[in-house]
T-cell receptor
Framework: QKEVEQNSGPLSVPEGAIASLNCTYS??????FFWYRQYSGKSPELIMS????GDKEDGRFTAQLNKASQYVSLLIRDSQPSDSATYLC????????????FGRGTSLIVHP | GAVVSQHPSRVICKSGTSVKIECRSL??????MFWYRQFPKKSLMLMAT?????????EQGVEKDKFLINHASLTLSTLTVTSAHPEDSSFYIC???????????FGQGTRLTVV
């Protein structure tokens, strides 16, 4: 059974700090990895996708992928109170049904 | 990024009635649509997957006769909750992807309240 594990949190960090969100997955043939942000009462919003081992940076966000360890993470630099949300990790195989498997999400709180 | 528009954003209906939720891809062809349900402070629950022109594939435990999904075109999918009951009250969210793109994008969600 394909699983995606995330610590539910909440992860609390001070404003300006680096927030580190982690995700592990069980399906070794996963090829696509996504991070979504979901504000309370809203739908998820795609913020990062990563497909190759290593780091991918986009503004204050950095996604890190290690397929050997089956581990993907999201770093948020210079965290702002507006980053407070639930972050969902999703993984997907290439081909087949294309159904992404979501983790339960990590709640991030950035306090001033 | 790709835009997925979902309507209505909120709906209140009486028990026993049916409600239709629309999900449109505005700037790409949505070859695959996903429908999710999310209860307060809970994770996303995939209800069904639909490919354009094909019957939807429902997840285990989801009643296909109660949650009717139609994906008749590459830009529109609908979810109809038939004979709604208070326990169907939830946040329903669609997600769409194009066959040439790996990412899936979410609609704004529909908050359904059955009274």
């Amino acid at each position: 059974q394909k699983e995606v594990e995330q610590n539910s949190g909440p992860l609390s960090v001070p404003e300006g700090a680096i927030a580190s969100l982690n995700c592990t997955y069980s399906d070794r043939v996963s090829q696509s990895f996504f991070w979504y942000r979901q504000y309370s009462g809203k739908s998820p919003e795609l913020i990062m996708s990563i497909y190759s081992n290593g780091d991918k940076e986009d503004g204050r966000f950095t996604a890190q992928l290690n397929k050997a360890s089956q581990y993907v993470s999201l770093l948020i630099r210079d965290s702002q109170p507006s980053d407070s949300a639930t972050y969902l990790c999703a993984v997907r195989r290439t081909g087949g049904s294309y159904i992404p498997t979501f983790g339960r999400g990590t709640s991030l709180i950035v306090h001033p | 990024g790709a835009v997925v528009s979902q309507h209505p954003s909120r709906v209140i209906c009486k028990s026993g009635t049916s409600v239709k939720i629309e999900c449109r891809s505005l700037d790409f062809q949505a070859t695959t649509m996903f429908w999710y349900r999310q209860f307060p402070k809970k994770s996303l629950m995939l209800m069904a997957t639909s490919n354009e022109g094909s019957k939807a594939t429902y997840e285990q435990g989801v009643e296909k006769d109660k949650f009717l999904i139609n994906h008749a075109s590459l830009t529109l999918s609908t979810l109809t909750v038939t004979s709604a009951h208070p326990e169907d009250s939830s946040f329903y969210i669609c997600s769409a992807r194009d066959s040439g793109v790996s990412e899936a994008f979410f609609g704004q969600g529909t908050r359904l309240t059955v009274v």
